[in-house]
């Protein structure tokens, strides 16, 4: 799966820029979070046609857009389970660059994870998730 990141001056209407776009685009964003410093705003996104997006996201004046691979796990929905995954990453040296919530299903929730490129494989393997 695939994460576009959005970069940008943080100001008022930047995120509804690319939301409006997508919409207009008939993208649909399947997750996303958004946060801003005084300076920057970032934003992390999954949709249903990362391609279609990354086409016409490049062409925002001011906008840094990049796309990277990320992995979608499914956890029990109890309290520690993230904290489980999480330290069995860290004990292996694994450094994450981000980490949301994808979705809720019946018990479980699905997390986006996505770790630093030279580590992808290893987290495969660490978590034994398929190729």
Excluded: C
Excluded at 2 to 14: F, P, S
Excluded at 73 to 82: A, F, M, Q, T, W
Excluded at 89 to 100: C, H, Q, R, T, W
């Amino acid at each position: 799966m695939k994460e576009i990141t959005v970069k940008t001056k943080n100001r008022v209407g930047a995120l509804a820029d690319v939301a409006e776009l997508l919409g207009s685009l008939g993208v649909n964003i399947e997750s996303i979070s958004a946060y801003g410093s005084e300076e920057y705003a970032i934003f992390r996104i999954i949709t249903n046609d990362s391609t279609t997006a990354m086409k016409h996201l490049v062409k925002l004046p001011g906008f840094k857009i990049s796309e990277s691979d990320i992995l979608v796990i499914e956890i029990p929905n109890r309290p520690g389970e993230l904290g489980k995954i999480t330290r069995k990453l860290a004990n292996k040296g694994i450094d994450l660059e981000s980490v949301y919530l994808m979705g809720k299903l019946a018990d479980s929730i699905q997390i986006a994870i996505k770790p630093t490129k030279e580590s992808f494989g290893k987290v495969r393997e660490i978590l034994k998730l398929k190729s």
